[in-house]
């Protein structure tokens, strides 16, 4: 998926702009880092799911929403499958409308002025249903047990999927921001009850990290607007999900070799990179990020 490749130059991803401009590429950022890494996760994996993931991270998509139809089919009262075909959608239109060029995540320049997308009716269509359709399993089971640590996760990935949409194909930062908050809210609530779920770990520990990176002033306004800005929590949730995680540790993985080249730490970035190449061989993005830095 193109959202793994934000990190082919080495330096900041902000520049002197306006705080104004600063402020938008910060809700956007948000956006990319808490929605598209809030894909799946569970203490333990579901085999079929897991499949479905790897198969989204080779790229195939086709194959994935084949996998998450048909644990749909034979789960009817599991939004998982639900939501986990949701997520195929998106990435699939991201990946068809070139959004997540890394050139777009790297200059401001470029990213301020990228050309306008406009989504596939058909795909927005389906996946709007698709995420209706985990927002009233999950939540008739929240209903009853509001404990129940694999809803909560599920309305994460829900509400961050839409926020996703909203932000990088629809441009509405503030309704992004908003839904990102509660998504962010509900991880930690999750985890107050099961520190164990490590993918859920994903969903604060990006926020902290990559928000960290913005100057104080937009640190300041998004503390206001209730955003974490935490550096070293940022790291250590996203080490938590690279090393303990199901769905989401290659995902975690890809956002520590990030932080390693804002380090300027080529050698641990590489090494990440090579070990992504070698587990996901189509995903031709990881060694094209990868060739960039031989």
Known sequence: MKLFSIFSRHR???????????ITRARWAVALVICLPCLAGSVTSIPMVESGYRQMYNLDFGEAHNTFGAWERDHP??????VSNA??????????LNILHSEFFVEDSIFRHRPKVTADPAVRKAFDAELAKTLQLSDATLAKSPRDT????????????RADFDALIDRHYLDSLKVLKTSRATAEQLLAIEPAYYDAYLAVGV?????SLKPAPIRWFLQMNGA????????????????????LSPYARLLLAVAALRNKDLTQARDILSKLVTEFPRNRLYSEELARLQ
């Not at 900041?12 to 600063?22: D, E, F, K």
């Not at 926020?207 to 928000?211: A, G, S």
């Open 228 to 247: 974490e800005t935490d550096r070293d929590r940022g790291i250590q949730n996203l080490r938590l999900t690279a090393e303990k995680g199901h769905y």
């Open 77 to 82: 009262k599991d939004p998982m499958g639900a």
């Open 150 to 161: 694999d809803a909560l996760f599920v309305k994460i990935m829900a509400l961050g999927l």
């Open 87 to 96: 997520a195929a959608y998106l990435f699939a239109e991201f990946d068809r």
């Open 207 to 211: 926020e902290n990290y990559m928000l």
């Open 12 to 22: 900041l991803p902000y520049g002197r702009g306006s705080i104004r401009q600063g």
